[in-house]
């Protein structure tokens, strides 16, 4: 599938993703990490995104996170991205891009939070960092799970979209094994850009923005093509 055009949809959740240039890491130490998620809570403020969720790695970020107005999400990465890798060519002495380009995002139904929201918690736990999520302090897993707070998020947002209604709860779905086939999923569209969800979710969107946003399947024939 091609990357399409950024797109945002307000007052609904995105998956939103970025790496360091050439993979490089981006956080050397913890005081990194906190600095970083710093500025993210003062932008996400600033300009009214509210974070659902978050995973900071070494050398990638992952967010899920509901922007209140369309330019909410490229003014708290773009601005916070920015301060940041000042602060890190600074502590380091370099010079040049911090970032692999621009952020990847897609925009997710309810179906499809729910397994973002996991994909993302249980990354430390797929490159053998931690035996579970809630052992890693630089995601919202224990938050969600109701082991630590955060100023970061609030747990009631995402709660609200599913049926989970308590800590215990989160944590046994996140403890639970990864689907393959889920991931590679998140993954694709993230990195295409294309909405995540059913039918009907993608149709209104594309009522709402005028273009087609669903991917066509493998193999279609090509306009010229005929079937013989």
């Known amino acids: 599938m091609p990357r399409i055009a950024r797109l945002v949809v307000p007052d609904h959740p995105h998956h939103i993703t970025q790496r360091g240039n050439y993979r490089q890491e981006i956080f050397k130490d913890d005081a990194d990490r906190k600095q970083y998620l710093e500025f993210i809570s003062y932008y996400s403020k600033k300009?009214?995104?509210?974070?659902l969720s978050y995973c900071i790695m070494s050398n990638h970020?992952?967010?899920i996170a509901t922007p209140k107005?369309?330019?909410?999400?490229a003014l708290v990465f773009r601005t916070a991205h920015t301060r940041y890798s000042q602060y890190f060519n600074k502590k380091i002495n370099a010079y040049g891009h911090l970032w692999q380009g621009r952020f990847y995002s897609c925009v997710l139904d309810e179906q499809h939070l729910l397994a973002a929201a996991r994909y993302?918690?249980?990354n430390p736990v797929r490159i053998k960092i931690v035996k579970k999520p809630t052992d890693?302090?630089?995601s919202s897993a224990r938050s969600h799970a109701g082991i630590s707070h955060s100023d970061i998020i609030n747990t009631s947002p995402l709660f609200k979209y599913i049926e989970i209604k308590q800590g215990s709860e989160w944590k046994d779905f996140i403890y639970e094994s990864d689907e393959p086939d889920e991931i590679a999923v998140i993954?694709?569209?993230?990195?295409?850009?294309r909405p995540l969800g059913g039918a009907s979710f993608v149709q209104r969107l594309e009522k709402v923005f005028g273009e087609r946003l669903h991917a066509l399947p493998v193999g279609r024939p090509g306009k010229g093509s005929s079937n013989k």
């Open 47 to 51: 300009y009214h995104l509210e974070i």
């Open 61 to 63: 970020v992952h967010f």
């Open 69 to 73: 107005k369309e330019d909410s999400l």
């Open 120 to 122: 993302i918690e249980r």
């Open 136 to 138: 890693y302090i630089w």
């Open 187 to 193: 993954r694709r569209y993230t990195m295409t850009g």
